[in-house]
């Protein structure tokens, strides 16, 4: 008897820049398929929410295996997120892991997972940009979710500098957070699926140099440019004049200053583009800001978000060199 997922016939073309999971809502909507958990033999292996951030999971080896001649490894290099963050989990990530050890990164420690991941703002909220839209409707007929769109902290489109993403309504606040829940019509509707106010005024964009560095970097890092986290981590202890291995009264105190220094480097509307709380409040002078925890990156096994290590490492390094050293082409 035919599987589950072998009875699929076949998936929509992935569009250019399309990410994998835009191309699975469509084909459930094209009636391709059923319900995305036809495409899983044991559907019980992942249940997750459709975010943009997830890494290397199960439902993404199945999906791949309905495109034949096209590798897994092209597809997800193209179309998730998977060059963004190879960097920054822990182990060599040059390559795309072969399936069966996917199950220690995707979950590892469970802190890779976007649920995990809610004070980084963005890594949740599906973003898009309303040239691309208008462009994708005018030309195919229908509008999908860009990978590009979807990199943490970015402000702009790539293709439209002067196009703003969008990522929440303003009017209601609700923010696309699952793909397979709520598909929105970016366009010709382009309203808030919830409250239907139209999608036309935006939160508007703090202006510092650190958001624009962060969209530079994070581009180059989609495109295939690797950052080389351990000399960065090297550096930034160096600088700092403290050792992660070792306790001493003097290193603490040291590690106590650089944290003030770290929280009070970035202007408050800032910290709130990258960062919120959980409760999506907003952080007041003072307070903690934990994805800036100079501990985070004590632990070399653990997985910390790319958004800690380049807004750390801009704080600590870029006066004194130019950070793309770090990064290996
Ligand atoms: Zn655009
Ligand atoms: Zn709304």
């Not at 495109?223 to 700092?240: I, N």
């Amino acid at each position: 008897m035919a599987t589950k997922a072998q009875r699929i016939s076949f998936m929509p073309v992935l569009m250019p820049n399309e990410h994998l999971l835009s191309a699975v809502c469509r084909g459930i909507k094209l009636g391709t398929v059923n319900h995305w958990r036809d495409f899983l033999n044991d559907p019980k292996s992942d249940g997750s929410e459709f975010c943009s951030g997830h890494v290397l999971r199960p439902l993404y080896a199945s999906v791949c295996s309905q495109y034949h001649g096209t590798t897994q490894d092209v597809i997800l290099r193209n179309h998730s997120l998977w060059h963004y963050f190879r960097s920054f989990i822990p182990g060599d990530h040059r390559e795309i892991p072969s399936r069966e050890n996917w199950s220690t990164i995707y979950n590892h420690k469970q802190n890779l997972h976007p649920l995990k991941l809610v004070r980084y703002r963005q890594t949740k909220q599906w973003r898009w940009c309303l040239e691309c839209a208008q462009q994708d409707y005018d030309t195919y007929g229908f509008s999908y979710w860009h990978v590009e769109h979807q990199l943490p902290g970015i402000s702009h489109c790539q293709h439209h500098p002067e196009s703003q993403l969008r990522g929440a309504c303003n009017s209601c606040g609700s923010q696309v957070t699952d793909i397979r829940e709520k598909s929105v019509r970016l366009f010709p509707e382009n309203r808030c699926p919830v409250c239907h106010t139209p999608f036309d005024n935006y939160e508007s964009t703090p202006n510092h140099p650190i958001i624009d560095w962060v969209t530079e970097i994070s581009r180059q890092l989609q495109s295939g440019s690797e950052l080389d986290v351990q000399l960065l981590r090297k550096d930034l202890f160096e600088a700092l004049g403290i050792d992660p291995k070792t306790k001493t009264a003097a290193g603490i105190k040291r590690t106590s200053i650089a944290r003030k220094m770290i929280r009070d480097e970035l202007p408050l509307d800032v910290i709130n583009w990258f960062f919120q709380t959980e409760e999506r409040g907003s952080f007041k002078a003072g307070d903690n800001i934990s994805p800036l925890d100079l501990k985070l990156l004590y632990d070399t096994s653990s997985f910390v978000h790319p958004l800690s290590w380049l807004i750390i490492s801009w704080i600590i390094l870029s006066k004194n060199r130019t950070l793309d050293s770090y990064l290996i082409q």
